[in-house]
Structures are given as C-alpha cells and as structure tokens.
C-alpha cells in the first residue's frame, strides 16, 4: 500500500481555471504538508496541517486553499489558476513538524 | 535567506567512488535531515541526525554534523549507478516555529 498517495499524477489546464489535488495518508500521521518544487528543484512549503488544524500558511497567493476533512487527508484547491503555477505540488506527512517526512510521488501542474 | 545550501550543487563520479555533499544552514535547529529525490519521483528520507549527535550512519551513508559551524556533510561510500539523484539537506528549526528549510539541493550523478 502507498504511504502517501495524491492524484492526480499529470494536470495540464488552461489559465483561469480552477483545479484540486488530492492526498491521503495511511500512516496515522498527524502532521501533513503541501509543497510546491519550482523548475530549478527549489522546495518551498505552501501549507502545514496538524490534526485537521493549520500551522503553517506560508506567503502563498490566496487562490491557493488547502482543505483538510480529517487528519488522513489534505487536499488542495487552486482557483483562476495562473502561468506562474505551474510546478510539480508535493504532498507529505509526519507524526509530528520535527520527524521525518514521508512524500508523495507529486502531482506535476502545466498551466497552458 | 532562510534555506539551507548544498554543496557542490553538481557533482558527476565514477561507480565505486565517494561522494561528498555539504549543506550549511543559518538557525538554531532541532535535527537535520537528508533526503534522496530520483529524477520524477518524490523525495525520500535517508537519515535524522539530531542536534545533540555529531555523526550518525546508515549502510553505506554516514551523516556529520557541526552545530557549532552550521554545517552537515552526506557521505556515501562506494557509490552505484542506482545512487544518481538530487540530495538535500533540510534542517529543522529550533524553537516553536519547527519546519524544514529546504535547499536547491546538489545533483549526484554515478557514472558506471
């Protein structure tokens, strides 16, 4: 079984629309995140949940809303997506923000 | 800047070769981590070294850490083809705000 899963794997759409991304972890974690990973690998951490709570929200546009309906799952809604969003969007848990992540396999975003 | 560097950020080796990575960092950290990412896939934890610890192994990875110097080395000994990835060093912060400061990460290529 897949520790962490997201889907989907591939997204190409065009500006201006709206898109979700998926997640869900099967490893009891109670801590999971969202990254986005630019063309140049640069990791940067978007959202952090703890037990369906946000703890982290980085400086990231409000388009961006993560959605968390309990603490396996932490799905991501982006609106009137933009060229600049393209990126690969990796999902990850913990048990706790200091231990070790566990990421997914990412969801790779082309915004045409 | 908040991120965490690697050095060398391209290293290219033959087979059988060790390979040496760097990473500095700026803050007061709880542990430091390295993960491996393969070319399109998610990034995967090798090792935890806490802040207490000044060097700690795994097979045929060995991790250094210098809190005094703010720095960290990943070591692997007698590389393999299977070893080619980006590798990065994520320290984590000290104190209430406990997330990972990622780097750009330096690219390992093993050639056989």
């Known amino acids: 079984d897949t520790a962490v899963s997201q889907t989907p794997k591939y997204l190409v759409t065009q500006m201006g629309n709206d898109k979700s991304i998926k997640c869900e972890q099967n490893l009891g974690h109670d801590t999971m995140y969202w990254y986005k990973q630019d063309s140049k690998k640069f990791l940067k951490i978007m959202f952090s949940?703890?037990?369906?709570?946000?703890?982290i929200n980085e400086t990231v546009p409000n388009r961006f809303s993560p959605k968390s309906p309990d603490k396996a799952h932490l799905n991501l809604h982006i609106n009137s997506l933009e060229l600049g969003d393209s990126a690969v969007y990796f999902c990850a848990s913990s048990q706790t923000p200091e231990e070790k992540l566990f990421f997914g396999s990412g969801t790779q975003l082309s915004v045409l | 800047s908040q991120q965490g560097e690697e050095d060398p950020q391209a290293l290219s080796i033959q087979e059988g070769e060790n390979a040496t990575m760097n990473c500095s960092y700026k803050?007061?950290?709880?542990?430091l981590q390295w993960y491996r990412q393969n070319s399109g896939r998610g990034l995967v934890h090798l090792i935890l070294i806490r802040s207490n610890e000044r060097e700690k192994h795994s097979g045929r990875l060995r991790v250094t850490l210098d809190t005094s110097k703010k720095s960290s080395s990943l070591l692997i000994t007698a590389s393999r083809a299977a070893d080619t990835a980006s590798y990065f060093c994520?320290?984590?912060?000290?104190?209430?705000?406990?997330?990972?400061?990622w780097g750009l990460g330096t690219s390992l290529a093993v050639n056989p």
């Open positions: 949940y703890n037990n369906k709570e946000l703890i």
């Open positions: 994520a320290p984590c912060n000290a104190g209430n705000n406990r997330k990972l400061i």
């Open positions: 803050t007061s950290i709880n542990n």
